[in-house]
């Protein structure tokens, strides 16, 4: 068996050369995430070559899962020669799975991709966590606060750092978002720094996100936070309700924008770059 083909998180396995094995298996994938694999068996009718889909294995439930290629491929052999074992591999994938390594969280640190900006108190354990371990997984380079900060770090020095360093922010409102001094002040540098932002209305309506003077800031820090919540509630973002709502499927959701924003921001930059080498040609 070897790698035929890769397009778009579609991986084809092609049977071996000799026509010993009459079938082709598809792997598709986000990342490093399997989502399904199906099984294609090559058939002959009236001396045409035609295909047909005999298996497909849905992994959705093992979304965060991070899979050894090495151990993968046998698995997917045992299921090309029998259908029957395709229950067995089926547990054997999700055997399979592996948690982000400390050495992939390490090696992410020194720099950021994304910014994710929350109420610690109302997301970290849910749609802010989650969304940060989905976003390793794939290898991209998410800043937590809870995560990527250390005993004696300055907060302040940290959090504006990553932030100037990111190049997508993904600002996760809740209920109690704007009762935080934290939450407005990233939020705040964030727009400042004319970032890409990504909003996301967790539990909370964007009319219900409203900046309350309680003694406790000067005036203009109230305009700046006001500034930037104004800003932020109007940028088109993404909804979920945590109660009830589709977990995978907000966490593919959530991942594709963030990609997308991503690459955006990358052009511009080789753009600007291109632009730069030639004005000092």
Same mark, same amino acid.
């Given at each position: 068996?070897?790698?035929?083909?890769?397009?778009?998180?579609?991986?084809?396995?092609?049977?071996?050369?000799?026509?010993?094995?009459?079938?082709?298996?598809?792997?598709?994938?986000?990342?490093?995430?399997?989502?399904?694999?199906?099984?294609?068996?090559?058939?002959?009718?009236?001396?045409?070559?035609?295909?047909?889909?005999?298996?497909?294995?849905?992994?959705?439930?093992?979304?965060?899962?991070?899979?050894?290629?090495?151990?993968?491929?046998?698995?997917?052999?045992?299921? =090309?020669?029998?259908?029957?074992?395709?229950?067995?591999?089926?547990?054997?994938?999700?055997?399979?799975?592996?948690?982000?390594?400390?050495?992939?969280?390490?090696?992410? =640190?020194?720099?950021?991709?994304?910014?994710?900006?929350?109420?610690?108190?109302?997301?970290?354990?849910?749609?802010?966590?989650?969304?940060?371990?989905?976003?390793?997984?794939?290898?991209?380079?998410?800043?937590?606060?809870?995560?990527?900060?250390?005993?004696?770090?300055?907060?302040?020095?940290?959090?504006?750092?990553?932030?100037?360093?990111?190049?997508?922010?993904?600002?996760?409102?809740?209920?109690?978002?704007? =009762?935080?001094?934290?939450?407005?002040?990233?939020?705040?540098?964030?727009?400042?720094?004319?970032?890409?932002?990504?909003? /996301?209305?967790?539990? /909370?309506?964007?009319?219900?996100?409203?900046?309350?003077?309680?003694?406790?800031?000067?005036?203009?820090?109230?305009?700046?936070?006001?500034?930037?919540?104004?800003?932020?509630?109007?940028?088109?973002?993404?909804?979920?309700?945590?109660?009830?709502?589709?977990?995978?499927?907000?966490?593919?959701?959530?991942?594709?924008?963030?990609?997308?924003?991503?690459?955006? /921001?990358?052009?511009?930059?080789?753009?600007?770059?291109?632009?730069?080498?030639?004005?000092?040609?």
């Amino acid at each position: 068996m070897m790698l035929k083909e890769n397009v778009c998180g579609f991986t084809r396995l092609s049977p071996s050369e000799d026509g010993s094995q009459k079938s082709d298996i598809f792997v598709t994938s986000c990342g490093f995430t399997v989502i399904n694999v199906t099984i294609v068996r090559r058939t002959s009718l009236k001396g045409c070559s035609s295909s047909i889909n005999i298996h497909t294995v849905q992994l959705l439930k093992a979304l965060d899962t991070t899979f050894d290629s090495v151990s993968l491929v046998p698995l997917l052999m045992q299921m =090309q020669r029998s259908i029957s074992s395709t229950n067995n591999v089926y547990r054997n994938l999700l055997r399979l799975q592996k948690p982000p390594t400390a050495a992939m969280v390490t090696w992410q =640190q020194p720099s950021c991709d994304v910014f994710i900006n929350h109420r610690g108190i109302d997301t970290k354990k849910n749609v802010a966590g989650l969304l940060y371990n989905h976003l390793v997984r794939l290898r991209l380079r998410p800043f937590l606060d809870s995560k990527n900060m250390k005993p004696g770090d300055k907060l302040f020095d940290k959090i504006d750092a990553a932030i100037t360093r990111c190049k997508v922010g993904v600002v996760v409102f809740s209920p109690r978002y704007c =009762q935080s001094y934290f939450c407005l002040h990233e939020l705040a540098r964030i727009m400042e720094a004319k970032k890409k932002v990504i909003p /996301v209305f967790c539990d /909370v309506k964007p009319s219900e996100l409203i900046v309350r003077d309680d003694g406790s800031c000067s005036k203009h820090q109230l305009d700046r936070f006001k500034t930037a919540l104004e800003e932020a509630k109007y940028t088109v973002g993404l909804t979920f309700d945590s109660s009830n709502g589709d977990w995978p499927g907000f966490l593919m959701t959530a991942t594709e924008a963030i990609m997308e924003n991503l690459k955006e /921001v990358e052009e511009e930059e080789r753009q600007m770059h291109i632009e730069k080498s030639i004005n000092h040609a």
